[in-house]
C-alpha cells in the first residue's frame, strides 16, 4: 500500500479559489513517474468522476464541468500532484480524491486513493 497525503480544501466562496496537494511519500520518483496521477470527486448521491489527470510528458486530461478553471500539475521530485481551483461553484462541493493509477484504463490497472478531503464551495 502507498499512502498518500493530501493537503488543503476546505470552505470557499463562489467565485474563490482553492488547492489541493497529495504526497506520495512513500514512492520513489521513478516509481511515481509511471503512474497517472489525478483527482477525483465524489458529491452526496453521486458517482466518483474524474476532475483532472496528468501523466508525464502527456497533455493533462480535465473533466468537462472543470475545463478552464481547475489546473492540474505534478512535481515528480516531489512525487506531488496539485490541483489549482479557480471559479469555483457551489456545484464544485464534493469529497475530492487523489489518485495513482498504472496499467489498463480503469476498472483495469493498479490504483492508490487518498483518504478524500472536503472542498466546500458556498457563500
Known amino acids: 500500500q502507498v499512502p498518500l497525503v493530501e493537503s488543503g480544501g476546505g470552505l470557499a466562496q463562489p467565485g474563490g479559489s482553492l488547492r489541493l496537494v497529495c504526497r506520495a511519500a512513500?514512492?520513489?520518483?521513478?516509481?511515481?513517474?509511471?503512474?497517472?496521477v489525478g483527482w477525483y470527486r465524489q458529491a452526496p448521491g453521486k458517482q466518483r468522476e474524474l476532475v483532472a489527470s496528468?501523466?508525464?510528458?502527456?497533455?493533462?486530461n480535465y473533466g468537462d464541468s472543470v475545463k478552464g478553471r481547475f489546473t492540474i500539475s505534478r512535481d515528480n521530485s516531489r512525487k506531488t500532484v496539485t490541483l489549482q481551483m479557480n471559479s469555483l461553484k457551489p456545484e464544485d462541493t464534493a469529497v475530492y480524491y487523489c489518485?495513482?493509477?498504472?496499467?489498463?484504463?480503469?476498472?483495469?490497472?493498479?490504483?492508490?486513493w487518498g483518504q478524500g478531503t472536503q472542498v466546500t464551495v458556498s457563500s
Open positions: 496528468i501523466l508525464d510528458y502527456v497533455s493533462p
Open positions: 512513500r514512492m520513489i520518483t521513478s516509481e511515481f513517474r509511471t503512474y497517472t
Open positions: 489518485n495513482l493509477h498504472r496499467g489498463p484504463p480503469p476498472p483495469g490497472g493498479q490504483d492508490y
